[in-house]
């Protein structure tokens, strides 16, 4: 309930000073797209620079190209005219902390958080599990550099995805903040 409350409150204090973002053109005015991670610590309205109505931000864990956040990105180009787009994941990755044997295993045990002791993730509590886990790809990171590249290149390899787009690949640095641009990634992203 606080965080209800929280919200609430806050939103209250957006509505006060929404001035004439109600007139916002729904296709986003500076066309472009960013695929990035749901890590609490990245906001990308600030890492670049972003204003309401400016660009389309899809997150996920991990910020993966998967088959979801690219029937996003296309909606993004092919109805709303977005023609750059920018893969952003992260140093000290979430996704990098564990394996599909290990989520599966962890969901078939207990459902409740689970917690890291820096190696090992172990439930708190035991039983009523589901097995289900074991059967979703949960798309880890290994090394954020070759998950940029892969996924830059699976939206550049999408045949839905026009030849013409540029895709860049960036990783955010989480003790500075700052974006650091993955060559590989960028030259493969390349636009024909
Ligand atoms: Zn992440």
Not at 22 to 45: E, H, K, S, W
Not at 50 to 74: C, P, Y
Not at 124 to 138: E, L, S, T, Y
């Amino acid at each position: 309930m606080a965080v209800v409350a929280e919200v609430m409150a806050a939103n209250a204090k957006y509505v006060a000073e929404f001035g004439d973002k109600g007139q916002l053109a729904l296709p986003p005015a500076r066309r472009f797209a960013i695929l990035t991670c749901m890590d609490a610590r990245l906001d990308p309205a600030k890492y670049a620079g972003l204003a309401e109505g400016d660009a389309h931000v899809i997150r996920n864990a991990g910020g993966r190209a998967t088959d979801d956040a690219i029937r996003s990105l296309v909606i993004s180009h092919k109805l709303l005219g977005t023609v750059e787009w920018f893969v952003v994941h992260h140093t000290n990755c979430g996704m990098e902390l564990f394996s599909d044997e290990v989520m599966g295993s962890l969901l078939d045990d207990n459902l409740a958080t689970a917690s890291f002791d820096g190696k090992t993730w172990s439930n708190p509590h035991h039983g009523g599990g589901c097995a289900d886990g074991h059967f979703i790809k949960w798309q880890t990171i290994r090394t954020q550099e070759e998950s940029v590249i892969q996924d830059v290149r699976r939206i550049r390899e999408h045949p839905l995805v026009p030849r013409g787009i540029p895709i860049y690949g960036y990783v955010y640095d989480v003790k500075t903040g700052r974006l650091e641009e993955m060559k590989k990634a960028t030259e493969a992203g390349r636009a024909a």
